[in-house]
């Protein structure tokens, strides 16, 4: 390359302090970069590890840097105390407890399909887990106690076709 072509640099790259040349313009904008390399490190988002401190990327929705370190994070939980899937083997306990009970029928249409059969709770509170308050019914009846008072489409065939 001729001699005349070359240009002097007249700044230096704000991430690795390389010499380079810049237009005046570009240089009253702000921060000058070498690459894009340069322009991707001074962009990036960094949070420290929970743990070490030491800095991750953000934008990947981590809490520690390795797999040490979320070990020690996770120290001393206990899993199994309180969790929630405790609830979920309550109701199935429940279930298997009123299919002992009462059969393998829907309580109301004898549906007689008893792996899809619901517990429905009488007084709607799922709290009262008596079985006096405890009921086996089919997914039909069940949607039918609780969603066919405040159906859409039962309010709009009243109002056009006068349907009670």
């Not at 921060?31 to 490190?41: D, E």
Request: charged content about 30%; hydrophobic content about 25%; some cysteine.
């Amino acid at each position: 390359m001729p001699e005349r072509y070359i240009r002097n640099p007249n700044s230096n790259c704000f991430v690795c302090g390389k010499p380079i040349y810049r237009r005046p313009i570009e240089i009253k904008r702000g921060h000058i970069y070498c690459g894009a390399l340069c322009y991707g490190v001074a962009n990036r988002k960094e949070k420290p590890c929970l743990v070490c401190g030491k800095l991750i990327l953000a934008g990947l929705n981590k809490k520690t840097c390795s797999r040490t370190c979320a070990n020690s994070n996770r120290a001393g939980i206990k899993y199994k105390i309180g969790s929630p899937k405790d609830k979920v083997k309550s109701q199935h306990a429940l279930k298997l407890r009123l299919i002992n009970e009462r059969g393998v029928k829907c309580e109301r249409c004898t549906y007689d399909k008893y792996e899809i059969l619901q517990v429905h709770h009488k007084d709607r509170n799922r709290n009262h887990n008596e079985l006096l308050n405890l009921e086996l019914i089919c997914p039909n009846c069940h949607y039918e106690e609780h969603f066919l008072e405040k159906s859409w489409i039962r309010k709009h065939l009243e109002k056009t076709w006068k349907i009670e």
